[in-house]
């Protein structure tokens, strides 16, 4: 498959929907949907979540089957949780800035310059960075897992630089920084934002840690995208400014219909936090490679079990402190 998805016309008069519904029961497939993905999938996912839920659900299925409608590494680590299944993902070029800001040869040298540092990793990173890690963290596990290390024990954070400096700030640990970012949640335009929350004076202004140091000054609210979700749903507020990918807006708005959601708006006139990876997944490209079972995750053993020690210390921890 040259292209990285199946590129096979199909009957316009097709209900995708029901058809994916009726796939899910023969294959006894589970649809795991990140909340960036276009709405038309959330709505027909089994389960939609950020990194960690989805990470959680991946590792506790009975599914034989796993499509998951992210980006490629999140299937790669559907996988390096369950070697024995399938996993599909519908575009294998959905791929990820963050995870590409660091190339395993460069970081490997880097790790051997702080010979005496642990690794900690942001799960947004491919299963080579992963195994050269010795905890993986996602947004909404960060700082427990940071604050649960020894006080005296150094620190390289990887490979996000915003969510390291954040998590400096919150948990005054000197860590190392990898300098990577997110292309979306680099986007956004302080002064925008300023102008914005003026029009609107009782907007909440919600952000996630992605975002860089600047624009999280200005925040009223931090935290993962769950954590954004449940802010919006918990707070009295009923206007609110959110920065980060606009996938998430879907879920707020089902889950308050009476609130009003506003993009946090990016520093030029495309919709660049709009993420270019995750919106390559459609209902279309969804159907084929459940219909056809691929294009599908393949990862050498060896790799699969080095990625997978972090990733398990992660879910531990995790579950230590019920998060
Ligand atoms: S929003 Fe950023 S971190 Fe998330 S998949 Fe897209 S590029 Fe990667």
Redesign the pocket.
């Known amino acids: 498959m040259k292209a990285g998805f199946l590129d096979i016309e199909i009957d316009p008069t097709l209900d995708l929907f029901h058809e994916i519904e009726r796939l899910k029961k023969e294959k006894n497939a589970i649809l795991l949907a990140h909340y ?1 993905q276009e709405p038309d999938i959330q709505d027909v996912a089994d389960y939609i979540g950020d990194s960690l839920g989805l990470a959680q659900k991946a590792q506790n299925t009975d599914a034989d089957i796993i499509v998951f409608a992210g ?1 490629h590494f999140m299937a790669e680590t559907a996988k390096i949780l369950n070697p024995n299944k399938k996993v599909l993902l519908p575009d294998l070029n959905a791929g ?4 590409d800001s660091a190339p395993a040869d460069q970081f490997r040298k880097f790790k051997e310059k702080h010979p005496d540092h642990i690794v900690i990793s942001y799960i ?1 990173c491919t299963a080579d960075i992963k195994a050269l890690s010795d905890i993986i963290v996602t947004s909404s596990n960060a700082e427990k897992i940071v604050e649960s290390v020894p006080p005296d024990q150094k620190i390289i954070f990887a490979p996000d630089k915003n969510l390291g400096a954040y998590l400096v700030k919150k948990t005054g640990r000197d860590m190392v920084l990898w300098n990577g970012a ?4 680099e986007i956004f335009s302080l002064e925008k934002i300023t102008k914005l929350k003026t029009r609107h004076p009782n907007a909440k202004f919600i952000a996630h840690p ?1 975002c860089e140091e600047p624009v999280l000054r200005l925040a009223d609210y931090i935290g993962s995208t769950t954590g954004l979700l449940k802010y919006t749903q918990q707070s009295d507020a009923t206007e609110f400014i959110v920065a980060t ?1 606009t996938g998430i807006l879907h879920q707020m708005q089902k889950a308050s219909p009476n609130k009003t959601f506003i993009p946090a708006p990016p520093n030029n006139s495309c919709a660049c936090n709009d ?1 270019p ?2 919106k390559l997944n459609t209902l279309e490209k969804l159907y084929l490679c459940m219909e056809y079972e691929t294009p599908e995750i393949q990862m050498e053993e060896e790799l699969r079990k080095a990625a997978r020690k972090p990733i398990d210390r992660m879910l531990e921890i995790s579950a230590r402190y019920g998060l």
Do not use: Q, T
């Open positions: 960036y980006v990820c800035s963050l995870a947004n997110c292309m979306v949640h992605e990918e993420c990876h995750m």
